[in-house]
Nanobody, 122 residues
């Protein structure tokens, strides 16, 4: 599966953005999908994940209650709704696909999009 993320931009603290990830390939619906982010000088970190059926979701503690992951298997899309954004959310955001059950482990994600930059100003 090939992935392309979009929707990043500049937003003020407290604002909202919606990231999208478009997938290609016939087996998209069988993948666990995740969002990760990488801030300058820091390692890539887990943000959120959703199971193939949308029955399970998982969030990093730092984003819980503010960010929401969803997917549309018919449209082959994954979304990350980002509300109440903070300057510390500034990073390049990547969508990724894993053939395992829902997971935070970056090593289990085999397919990655190109990333979209989110900048939150204070």
């Amino acid at each position: 599966v090939q992935l392309q993320a979009s929707g990043g931009g500049l937003v003020q603290a407290g604002g909202s953005l919606r990231l999208s990830c478009a997938a290609s390939g016939r087996t998209f619906s069988s993948y666990t999908m995740g969002w990760f982010r990488q801030a300058p000088g820091k390692e890539r970190e887990f943000v959120a994940a959703i199971s193939w059926s949308s029955s399970s979701t998982d969030y990093a503690n730092s984003v819980k209650g503010r960010l929401s992951i969803s997917r549309d298997n018919g449209e082959k899309m994954v979304y990350l709704q980002m509300n109440s954004l903070k300057p510390e959310d500034t990073a390049v955001y990547y969508c990724a696909a894993s053939r395992t059950v829902i997971t935070r482990n970056v090593r289990t994600y085999s397919n990655w999009g190109q990333g979209t930059l989110v900048t939150v100003s204070s």
